[in-house]
């Protein structure tokens, strides 16, 4: 039996670029991205696809994407919270990862506090839940095999406290029927904690109930 492995993700370019100054040149962020590319890292999130309006330092990530090196063997993502920012992000697929690559895995997620939910994306937790209809659609327009479940703020909000494994359940069981409905296999989780709320022994708690619950899920993040 192989041993279980752990891929980095890096968050630079969009989490960390998100709180920097708004008017760093477009030629410092692609240089960045290139010396990122050529660090062995495996999956590099170049930025979000969103509103300036709301988050000036993704105003130039087109100029970003038109002038950066893809590194072959690198998966590039980004962030898309809407369909219009899912048909930016299209444009420059590849060298972007965004549904016609091999590598597509679509993923239903939510926030678990409507107050973060508004504050860190301009949108509600309903609206949020409204789309997953749409991105269970298109995947299964564009072949996907496999598909994964999610939650952010997972273990607690600094607006509302704690929650429990049963409230992620919540939101996993409703998840996961909808890719059942779509008959696309669910093989992946990811638990957003921006805040900082979760604890070891809690970690475990849940991963262990994902996985006594749902055995086909194989990538935890």
């Given at each position: 039996?192989?041993y279980p492995?752990?891929?980095?993700?890096e968050?630079?370019m969009r989490?960390?670029?998100?709180?920097?100054?708004?008017?760093?040149p477009v030629e410092?962020?692609?240089?960045?991205?290139?010396?990122l590319?050529?660090t062995?890292?495996?999956h590099?999130?170049?930025?979000?696809?969103?509103?300036?309006?709301?988050?000036?330092?993704?105003?130039?990530?087109?100029?970003?994407?038109?002038?950066f090196?893809?590194?072959?063997?690198v998966?590039y993502?980004?962030?898309?919270?809407?369909e219009?920012?899912r048909?930016?992000?299209?444009?420059?697929?590849?060298?972007l990862?965004?549904?016609e690559?091999?590598?597509?895995?679509?993923i239903?997620r939510?926030?678990?506090?409507?107050?973060?939910a508004?504050r860190?994306?301009n949108?509600?937790?309903?609206?949020?839940?409204?789309?997953?209809?749409?991105?269970v659609?298109?995947?299964?327009?564009?072949?996907?095999t496999?598909?994964?479940i999610?939650?952010?703020?997972?273990?607690g909000?600094?607006?509302?406290?704690?929650f429990?494994?049963a409230?992620?359940?919540?939101i996993?069981?409703?998840?996961?029927?909808?890719?059942?409905?779509?008959?696309?296999?669910?093989t992946?989780v990811?638990?957003?904690?921006?805040m900082?709320?979760?604890?070891?022994?809690?970690?475990?708690?849940q991963?262990?109930e994902?996985k006594?619950h749902?055995?086909?899920?194989?990538?935890?993040?």
């Amino acid at each position: 039996m192989g041993y279980p492995t752990v891929t980095y993700k890096e968050e630079g370019m969009r989490e960390g670029m998100q709180i920097e100054d708004a008017s760093i040149p477009v030629e410092d962020k692609v240089r960045l991205l290139d010396a990122l590319s050529e660090t062995g890292l495996k999956h590099i999130v170049v930025g979000s696809f969103v509103s300036p309006r709301y988050t000036p330092q993704m105003a130039e990530i087109d100029d970003v994407m038109a002038r950066f090196t893809p590194k072959p063997g690198v998966r590039y993502t980004a962030l898309a919270l809407n369909e219009r920012g899912r048909e930016r992000a299209q444009q420059y697929s590849p060298p972007l990862d965004t549904g016609e690559n091999s590598t597509y895995r679509p993923i239903l997620r939510c926030h678990m506090c409507d107050v973060f939910a508004r504050r860190n994306t301009n949108r509600s937790q309903a609206q949020e839940m409204a789309d997953w209809e749409q991105i269970v659609s298109t995947a299964k327009a564009l072949g996907a095999t496999e598909a994964g479940i999610g939650t952010n703020a997972s273990w607690g909000s600094n607006f509302v406290g704690k929650f429990s494994n049963a409230d992620r359940m919540d939101i996993f069981e409703r998840q996961h029927a909808m890719w059942d409905e779509a008959e696309i296999p669910v093989t992946a989780v990811s638990l957003g904690d921006p805040m900082s709320w979760c604890m070891p022994h809690e970690v475990k708690s849940q991963l262990m109930e994902i996985k006594s619950h749902w055995p086909d899920i194989r990538d935890f993040t």
